[in-house]
T-cell receptor
Framework: GAVVSQHPSWVICKSGTSVKIECRSLDFQATTMFWYRQFPKQSLMLMATSNEGSKATYEQGVEKDKFLINHASLTLSTLTVTSAHPEDSSFYIC?????????????FGPGTRLTVL | SQKIEQNSEALNIQEGKTATLTCNYTNYSPAYLQWYRQDPGRGPVFLLLIRENEKEKRKERLKVTFDTTLKQSLFHITASQPADSATYLCALEILTGGGNKLTFGTGTQLKVEL
């Protein structure tokens, strides 16, 4: 099966610092990866769509300068939360899309719990 | 405005019964509708996908129906087991040029009791 990993699984940081979260597709190539955020008792909200080799497309209301996304290879995308603040504390989940016509399925990572003190 | 609504209250059922979860949406024209399972502190796990031109899809104890006129999907788990206890999310998939975007409902928490 297709496996997506995230690292770290959880991170605690001080306010004002930057945190990098990695998303890897372990056994397939993903031209497109997605980043979601989930607050407690709420659903997943799409933050951005990341295509390999090009700039990410951010959803309305998501600050691109705060949430830096890099998709440098077909198996790795990174999300950097810059100058993190307590309100950025959330569960961040990535997914990777595998090209397998006629349907390109998304596979989700296990998530990263970010706590900003 | 666009909305995806799932039963906000938790659903408690007895082991062996059929659980039925509802997903209603407005102002969307999805190409696909998907159902996921999410356990606490984990990412969603894909269960079933149904296309806009399909009425019903089955996989083992799971069944999904999709009514594009009513803009509703029903998700059934037959012969439910305590291990089925989790939050179930429906997601609409919208085709875009740069990757298919998924929009999730808020989820319904299912608890299967002995």
């Amino acid at each position: 099966g297709a496996v997506v990993s995230q690292h770290p699984s959880w991170v605690i940081c001080k306010s004002g610092t930057s945190v990098k979260i990695e998303c890897r597709s372990l056994d397939f190539q993903a031209t497109t990866m997605f980043w979601y955020r989930q607050f407690p008792k709420q659903s997943l909200m799409l933050m951005a769509t990341s295509n390999e080799g090009s700039k990410a497309t951010y959803e309305q209301g998501v600050e691109k300068d705060k949430f830096l996304i890099n998709h440098a290879s077909l198996t790795l995308s990174t999300l950097t939360v810059t100058s993190a603040h307590p309100e950025d504390s959330s569960f961040y989940i990535c997914s990777a899309q595998r090209l397998a016509p006629p349907y390109n399925e998304q596979f989700f990572g296990p998530g990263t719990r970010l706590t900003v003190l | 405005s666009q909305k995806i609504e799932q039963n906000s209250e938790a659903l408690n059922i007895q082991e062996g019964k059929t659980a039925t979860l509802t997903c209603n949406y407005t102002n969307y024209s999805p190409a696909y509708l998907q159902w996921y399972r999410q356990d606490p502190g984990r990412g969603p796990v894909f269960l079933l996908l149904i296309r806009e031109n399909e009425k019903e899809k089955r996989k083992e104890r799971l069944k999904v129906t999709f009514d594009t006129t009513l803009k509703q999907s029903l998700f059934h788990i037959t012969a439910s087991q305590p291990a089925d206890s989790a939050t179930y999310l429906c997601a609409l998939e919208i085709l875009t040029g740069g990757g298919n975007k998924l929009t999730f409902g808020t989820g319904t928490q299912l608890k299967v009791e002995l």
